[in-house]
């Protein structure tokens, strides 16, 4: 099991089973599902949570968007659940009568696709090859200890595997609209993708961008990361939709890449210095805190953080 989805939720699955409350799952309109237009046609539907799924948040923690064409409908990232998938589905009714004909999962964290039943069979879902394959591999344990973290809220979910694989840089016609798919090399996590629609110069990059919150390093590469948000800015995006945190702008992709880029250069000097993991992280604390104010759970992440980084620090030294 990847280690992501044992460490980021705090939660051992095998623990989780016993763990878990029965109580009555969350309806959709227990989810107050926003659309905001950000750009012609294009809508972020933000979760107001800067924190893991739990009971108040009833799992709903992602953000989630959505892409109305001339002739249907793209969404962008389903949610925790397939009953959060159904209020997404809700939300995009309350926008437009155009059927969802094509539904892009940016990642395999469950956060971000456990809602694809709950939309329209005949929509193609897409997805790279490595996240299909761990989707595949990891459903019910996503499912599982969701479940357990909400106490009974997210419930059973039907999964829906992708059933159109992308692994490079693609350029569809959606109903008259260009929207570009765009690999992140790992960055974030294995087989990232992010979506740009070049016309409306919006992007939507799943957890590749975290604004108000802070990221997750462990599950990627950072150097990889940080080059990769180089690539978005180049870009010159006028709105970004985040997985998680505020619609943000191309700063919001400058500000973490300096996270990232600072973090580096912390982790490797504490490296050089033949520091353990542990003994950099107040270094590290100390060094990026102006960044605090802008990420929650900058504190509860950053021993992770620098975990992760380090051994790939060490692993890079190797490698170079």
Known sequence: MRAWLLGSMGVLVLGAVALVVLATPAAPGDYAMQPVEVGPGVYAVPSAARDLPNPENKGW?????????????????TGSSETIGRALREAVAGVTDQPVRWIVNTHAHGDHWL???????????????????????????????????TEGATGASRVRLPDTLVDE??????????????????????????????????????DVLYSDRAPSLWDGDARQWSAFLGELIALEPAVVIPGHGSVSDVQGLKRLQAFIDQMWEVVAEGVDQGLADFEVVPVASERLAAFRPHYAGYDEKMSRSVAAVYAQVEQSLFAD
């Not at 992602?62 to 969404?75: E, S």
């Not at 039943?117 to 969701?146: K, M, N, Y």
């Open 61 to 77: 923690n992602a953000n989630l968007a959505f892409v109305v064409t001339g002739d249907g409908v793209l969404v962008v990232d």
């Open 115 to 149: 809602g694809n039943a709950a939309f329209e069979t005949d929509a193609a879902v897409i997805a790279s090859t490595p996240v299909r394959a761990r989707i595949e591999q990891e459903a019910e344990r996503w499912i599982t200890l969701f479940d357990t973290m």
């Open 169 to 206: 840089h693609r350029v569809f016609d959606m109903g008259g609209t260009r929207v570009e798919l765009i690999p992140s090399g790992d960055s974030h996590s294995e087989g990232d993708l992010v979506v740009w629609l070049p016309e409306a110069r919006a992007l939507i990059t799943g």
